[in-house]
Structures are given as C-alpha cells and as structure tokens.
C-alpha cells in the first residue's frame, strides 16, 4: 500500500469522525488508567458497568486504597481476571501515592513499572489522557492492519512500529481510536462488513465480502 492510498483512507476516517474517542467512560488519567487495567481479555461495555458503580465510591489512588482489596473485589467480581486485576490495582495505587504523589506519569517507563501495565496499556494513557502520538495495538488494530495492508506485520510490536512510520503525522494522534473502532464494527473477525466500509475501494483485503453482514 502506498502513501497516498493511506492518507486517503485516514482522510475518510476522519471526516467521518472529526474527535474520535475511547468508549471507556473515563474523567480523569486516573480513571482511564484503572479502566484500561480492567478491559483486559473484557468489553468495554463490561468494564464501564462496573466503573459505573467503583468511582463514585473511589475513584483516586487513596480512596481505592481506603477501599481494600476485598472491598474492590466486589465492583470488579463482573470482569474477567477480577482477583489479578484488583490485587494489581491495590498494587498500582499503592505506587501512584508513594511515589508519584497520586498522580498518573505522562511517560512509558514510570507507567510500565505499575503492576499490570504494559506496553498497550500504557500506549492506551499516553495517547488518550495526555495527546502524545503513540499506537496501542490490540487485536482489532493488528487485524486491520494487516487485512487492509496499511501496515502488516507479524505480530503486534511489529504493526504498532510499522503503523507509526507510515501514518502521516496529521492523523497520528486520532489513529489508534479510528482504527480500533473500525475493527470493532466494521472489519470484525469472522466476516468485514466490506459492503458497509468507508474505504473499501481502498483496502488490499482480498476476501472482501460483496454484501453487508448484519
């Protein structure tokens, strides 16, 4: 795929949907942080019936503190992986007050030391809390990567490099949210809705279906 098919299809996407955002209900970094922690292996449908319910009882490092493991539990038991992600969680804040002063790190090395937070997670922040150019590739932006050929490759550290060298810079930051959403409704796993795409004339997806796949 060359440059000019990209900045099209980006183009499209972003006339379509001008401030694209995370479905994570979310007010603050620390809200998005705990949110992203517990979307693991889940929907964020799930997540946000939960968080729903968490953050108007507790929703600063200290206050899930004052909560306690047990208690957490109880607003997370929905969401799969529920212990792991609380005791991390307990961990996380644990770390935000004592070091960090309860506030959220705006780089990729005080986020990835948080029990829990990896390179996704933590690209998830750095883009959507705090507007820096990162790519969060999860299994619907290594799909669409590769099905399309905006950017293929073999596994997900090799789409999120190659996806930040060819996406021109303009559309860098909204990126990550375009193409999650496409994935999520529009190029989903089993079966594209290709006959319903904004930029089918575009993709270099060989198996296009030729009607809409409701």
Same mark, same amino acid.
């Given at each position: 795929?060359?440059?000019?098919?990209?900045?099209?299809?980006? *183009?499209?996407?972003?006339?379509?949907?001008?401030?694209?955002?995370?479905?994570?209900? %979310?007010? &603050?970094?620390?809200?998005?942080?705990?949110?992203?922690? $517990?979307?693991?292996?889940?929907?964020?449908?799930? /997540?946000?019936?939960?968080?729903?319910?968490?953050?108007?009882?507790?929703?600063?490092?200290?206050?899930?503190?004052?909560?306690? $493991?047990? &208690? !957490?539990?109880? %607003?997370?038991?929905?969401?799969?992986?529920?212990?792991?992600? =609380?005791?991390?969680?307990?961990?996380?804040?644990?770390?935000?007050?004592?070091?960090?002063?309860?506030?959220?790190?705006?780089?990729?090395?005080?986020? @990835?030391? $948080?029990?829990?937070?990896?390179?996704?997670?933590?690209?998830?922040?750095?883009?959507?809390?705090?507007?820096?150019?990162?790519?969060?590739?999860?299994?619907?932006?290594?799909? /669409?990567?590769?099905? *399309?050929?905006?950017?293929?490759?073999?596994?997900?550290?090799?789409? @999120?490099?190659?996806?930040?060298?060819?996406?021109?810079?303009?559309?860098?930051?909204?990126?990550?949210?375009?193409?999650? $959403?496409?994935?999520? %409704? /529009?190029?989903? =796993?089993?079966?594209?809705?290709?006959?319903?795409? !904004?930029?089918?004339?575009?993709?270099? %997806?060989?198996?296009?279906? @030729?009607?809409?796949?409701?």
């Amino acid at each position: 795929m060359n440059q000019q098919i990209r900045h099209e299809i980006f *183009t499209r996407w972003r006339d379509n949907n001008p401030n694209p955002t995370t479905e994570l209900e %979310y007010s &603050t970094p620390f809200e998005l942080l705990i949110a992203v922690l $517990l979307s693991a292996q889940s929907t964020d449908v799930g /997540v946000n019936k939960a968080t729903r319910k968490l953050y108007p009882i507790a929703n600063t490092p200290q206050a899930i503190l004052d909560l306690g $493991l047990e &208690t !957490l539990k109880t %607003y997370v038991k929905t969401i799969g992986l529920y212990n792991t992600k =609380a005791a991390n969680i307990i961990k996380t804040c644990r770390i935000l007050v004592e070091q960090h002063q309860s506030i959220i790190p705006d780089n990729r090395e005080a986020l @990835e030391a $948080l029990p829990g937070v990896g390179r996704k997670t933590a690209n998830v922040v750095l883009n959507t809390a705090f507007g820096q150019p990162t790519m969060a590739v999860d299994t619907h932006i290594f799909r /669409v990567g590769n099905r *399309t050929k905006i950017a293929p490759g073999k596994n997900v550290i090799d789409v @999120e490099k190659k996806l930040l060298k060819v996406i021109p810079k303009e559309f860098l930051v909204d990126s990550h949210h375009w193409m999650i $959403l496409h994935g999520r %409704y /529009v190029c989903v =796993a089993r079966k594209p809705k290709c006959g319903s795409c !904004l930029i089918e004339d575009l993709c270099e %997806y060989k198996d296009k279906t @030729e009607i809409d796949s409701y």
